[in-house]
C-alpha cells in the first residue's frame, strides 16, 4: 500500500511513498493567485446570478430551473473544492479531524458530478423539447423537476466512494494529511479511469449525441418552414406586420446555442484536466510536478466561472443583470429583471412549438 495525495478536487497529484517532500513555493503562489481569482469569480457570478433567478422564481420556466440547480452546483464547486484547496495550499498542508477530511472529499466530487450531470440533463431536456415536445407539455406542471432530482441523486450517491478512500493519514512522523490509499499497482489507476469515464467520458458522449440529433432537428425543422413560407408567401403575399419565419428560427437557433456553448465550455475546461490525470496515473514518467501540469488542472475549475457568464451573455444583459442585483434597490432590479424573464420564456416556449421532425 502507498499513500496518494489528491488534493481537493484532484487537483494535486503527488506520489509520496516514503518520505514528505518540500514543496516548490513559486509554484504554490502561481496556485494561490489563479486559485483566488477562480474562487472570487465564481462565487460572486454565480450567487449574482442565482439572485436574479430567485427573483423570478414565480415566473417558473424548465430552462430557468436547470440553470438555477447549475449555479447551485457551480457554488458548490466554488465553496467547497475551490476554497478548501485555496486554503490547502496556503497552509501546504491539511489542517482537521479525519471527518473534515472525508467530508470535504465527498462534497468536492459531489459538486464535480452536479454541476456535468446538471448539463447533461439540461440537454436531454432541450433534447425533448424539440424531438419529442408532447412530452414536455406533459410534464411542465410537475412539483418536481425529474431529471433534476436525477442528477442530484447520481452526484450524492456517486460521490459516496470517496468518504472510504481517503481519510487524515500520518504521511510522515508528526505529519498528517487528508490523504487516500490505493491497492498496488492497480487501485489508483481504476480509480482516476473510472472516474474519467463516469464524470467526462459518458457525460460528453450523451450531450453530443443529443446537441447532433437536435442541431439536425431545428437545421430539418426550418428549412420545411422556410419552403413552406415561401410558397405561400408566393400564392398570398403577407402584410409587413406579419411575424417572418426568420425572427422565430433566431430565437430558437440561439437557444441551442447557449446549449452548446455550455457544453464547450465544459469540454474546454475538463479535458486538458481528464487528460493529464490519466497521463499521470499511467505514465510513471509523467512529469506531473511541473507548472504546467499544475495550471491545466487548476483551470478546470474555470467551467464554473463560465456558466454564468454563458447564459448572462446568451441573455444580452451582461454585466448588467448583475450590477442590477447586487447595487440597486428592489424596485430598480424588478423593472430590470422583467426584460430577462420575458427573454428567456419566449426563448423557452420557441422550443417547445418546434414540430417533431425526426
Known amino acids: ?74 457554488l458548490v464547486v ?42 447533461v440533463v439540461m440537454t436531454i431536456d432541450r433534447y425533448q423539447a424539440i424531438c419529442n415536445p408532447m412530452v414536455t407539455f406533459q410534464r411542465r406542471r410537475a412539483r418536481w423537476n425529474i431529471p433534476v432530482c436525477v442528477a442530484w441523486v447520481i452526484s450524492l450517491i456517486g460521490s459516496l466512494p470517496q468518504i472510504f478512500i481517503f481519510s487524515r493519514v500520518e504521511i510522515s512522523p508528526g505529519v498528517f494529511d487528508c490523504w487516500a490509499t490505493f491497492i498496488q499497482p492497480w487501485g489508483l489507476k481504476t480509480y482516476v479511469t473510472w472516474t474519467t469515464l463516469v464524470i467526462f467520458v459518458v457525460p460528453i458522449l450523451t450531450v453530443i449525441v443529443c446537441q447532433v440529433r437536435i442541431c439536425r432537428a431545428v437545421q430539418i425543422n426550418l428549412y420545411i418552414k422556410t419552403h413552406q413560407e415561401g410558397d405561400a408567401a408566393a400564392a398570398h403575399p403577407l402584410p409587413s406586420r406579419a411575424s417572418s419565419v426568420a425572427g422565430v428560427s433566431k430565437a430558437r437557433i440561439k437557444t441551442v446555442k447557449m446549449t452548446v456553448v455550455i457544453v464547450l465550455a465544459y469540454i474546454i475546461c475538463w479535458a486538458p484536466f481528464f487528460t493529464v490525470q490519466l497521463w499521470s496515473v499511467w505514465d510513471l514518467n509523467a512529469p506531473t510536478e511541473t507548472a504546467a501540469f499544475t495550471i491545466l488542472m487548476l483551470l478546470a475549475s474555470l467551467n464554473s466561472c463560465a456558466n454564468p457568464c454563458i447564459y448572462l451573455l446568451f441573455s444580452g444583459q451582461l454585466p448588467k443583470k448583475l450590477v442590477a442585483v447586487l447595487c440597486r434597490g428592489p424596485s430598480d432590479r424588478k423593472d430590470c429583471l422583467h426584460e430577462e424573464a420575458t427573454m428567456v420564456s419566449s426563448l423557452y416556449m420557441s422550443f417547445k412549438v418546434l414540430p417533431d421532425s425526426r
Open 78 to 119: 466554488a465553496f467547497f473544492q475551490v476554497c478548501p484547496q485555496l486554503m490547502w495550499d496556503i497552509t501546504d498542508r491539511f489542517i482537521g479531524p479525519d471527518f473534515v477530511c472525508r467530508l470535504l472529499k465527498y462534497l468536492q466530487v459531489v459538486g464535480m458530478f452536479a454541476s456535468t450531470y446538471m448539463i
Open 1 to 74: 500500500m502507498s499513500s496518494f495525495n489528491l488534493s481537493i478536487s484532484n487537483f494535486s497529484l503527488k506520489m509520496e511513498v516514503t518520505e514528505d517532500q518540500p514543496r516548490d513555493e513559486k509554484l504554490a503562489k502561481i496556485e494561490i493567485a489563479l486559485l483566488s481569482i477562480i474562487f472570487v469569480s465564481a462565487a460572486i457570478l454565480n450567487t449574482g446570478l442565482l439572485l436574479v433567478l430567485w427573483k423570478r422564481r414565480k415566473q417558473v420556466s424548465r430552462m430557468r430551473v436547470f440553470v438555477f440547480h447549475l449555479c447551485v452546483a457551480d
